[in-house]
């Protein structure tokens, strides 16, 4: 079995450190990369996505049906607006967890319903960049009681 997590990065997250960094912080995408592959534990591996494109999030969502034994995704704010990579992660059969770097319940209300909890078998949220390695830590606990 794949032992490959797939970790996906939406819109805007490619400025993380240098946008709003009062609500998301000065830790860039790359500090946010290191960190998941440092915790990666067996053979786990990260692959680490970040795309301003809601198509090719779904593109790297289908490739992840053939590569890849679970997805940990921030999809930024097609979370509130994209039927789209909703579809795409019910056609994935692994675990996904749902990654927010603020507590988007304690913000606007349209940053409160989430197209992707709809799927995601966990969501983290308010947690800031830490919420990356708990997603990691839980699809590699996830699929190891799979074996
Ligand atoms: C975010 C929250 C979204 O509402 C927002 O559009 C983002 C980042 C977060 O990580 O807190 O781009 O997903």
Redesign the pocket.
Known sequence: MSRLITILN????NLLGKRQPHI?GYDTLETVENNCRTLCRDDFEVEFLQSNHEGQLVDWIHRARETSCGIGI????Y??TSVAILDALNAFEGPVIE????N?HK?ESF?HHSYISLRADGAIVGFGIEGYEAAVRRIMTVVEAQK
């Open positions: 939406g819109p805007n997250l998301y921030n999809a930024g704010a979370t509130h990654i927010h770097i603020s988007v913000r940053r």
